[in-house]
């Protein structure tokens, strides 16, 4: 088994008396690449740290929606000068939530469009987090791709499967995350099921949101393999092929990242 946990988040707090020991499980559970996310440009260093000392992990930059209204407004130029480190491969997470509302939406709404016009001079791919913020965020999204295209996911998905296949058409992919394995999440369960294969990728967004059956307890990476193995099932395919084209996926996507040789001879193969 190969797979990739897109979305996870090693440098909380929740990992830091144990972040070895579960990067470790991550990689026995057959997790072979992680990308480590960024919520806040001051903790941009902590998480490279992180990424730079492990061959496997790799990390983004960028500024959370619940975090664009406090202080001064990241640049798309500290955007760009940030991306361009070696073990930087996505933009994010930035977008919409109107769930919460911990940041202005006006204040939401500028920095990810900051976030898309770094996507599009870095040619990284933006990783976007919406949550009740449905309009706006396919408003911006449309608006954006017609001043000049950009890549994307939608994490952590738990929106409309009319956004989830307007947002496939503008190109972007999805990431599934551990709600598609809860009993109540028959509508993302649905959407997963209609959705193109070839577009989906799966996360953890740990240390939140552990699947079943570890709901309730701290996430991890390692625990990616359930959320794998609950899409295999809606898709109809066996575990090892459901991580195969995950794992393509994330490497068509973040494309920056050279896929390990173990990676490609399973795919030959």
């Not at 929606?65 to 361009?84: K, N, Q, R």
């Not at 307007?166 to 009993?183: D, M, N, Q, R, V």
Request: with cysteine; glycine share 6%; net charge negative.
């Amino acid at each position: 088994m190969f797979l990739v946990d897109s979305h996870c988040h090693l440098n909380f707090k929740d990992f830091s008396h144990d972040i070895e020991e579960v990067i470790e499980r991550a990689r026995l559970s057959g997790v072979q690449v992680m990308q480590t996310i960024c919520t806040k440009m001051s903790e941009f260093e902590e998480i490279y740290a992180i990424a730079a000392s492990h061959e496997d992990i790799y990390c983004s930059v960028g500024v959370h929606p619940h975090e664009a209204g406090e202080g001064a407004m990241v640049t798309v130029e500290e955007l760009v000068e940030a991306a361009s480190r070696p073990k930087v491969i996505g933009l994010g997470e930035t977008g919409l939530d109107y769930y919460y509302e911990h940041s202005p939406r006006e204040a939401q709404k500028e920095s990810f469009r900051r976030h898309i016009e770094a996507s599009r001079r870095t040619g990284l791919p933006v990783i976007i987090h919406t949550r009740e913020a449905e309009e706006d965020t396919l408003q911006i999204l449309t608006e954006e791709m017609r001043r000049g295209r950009f890549k994307g996911l939608i994490h952590c998905f738990t929106s409309s499967q009319e956004l989830a296949e307007k947002c496939i058409e503008l190109g972007f992919y999805i990431s599934l995350s551990g709600i598609l394995t809860f009993k109540k999440a028959t509508d993302i369960q649905q959407a997963a099921v209609s959705l193109p294969i070839n577009r989906l990728l799966v996360e953890t967004d740990a240390p939140y949101l552990a699947p079943t059956p570890h709901r309730g307890t701290r996430n991890e990476p390692s625990f990616t393999i359930f959320t794998n193995r609950f899409l295999s099932s809606l898709k109809g395919i066996n575990e090892e092929e459901c991580a195969r084209i995950t794992s393509e996926n994330f490497f068509t996507l973040f494309d920056k990242v050279s896929p390990p040789q173990e990676w490609k001879k399973r795919a030959v193969a």
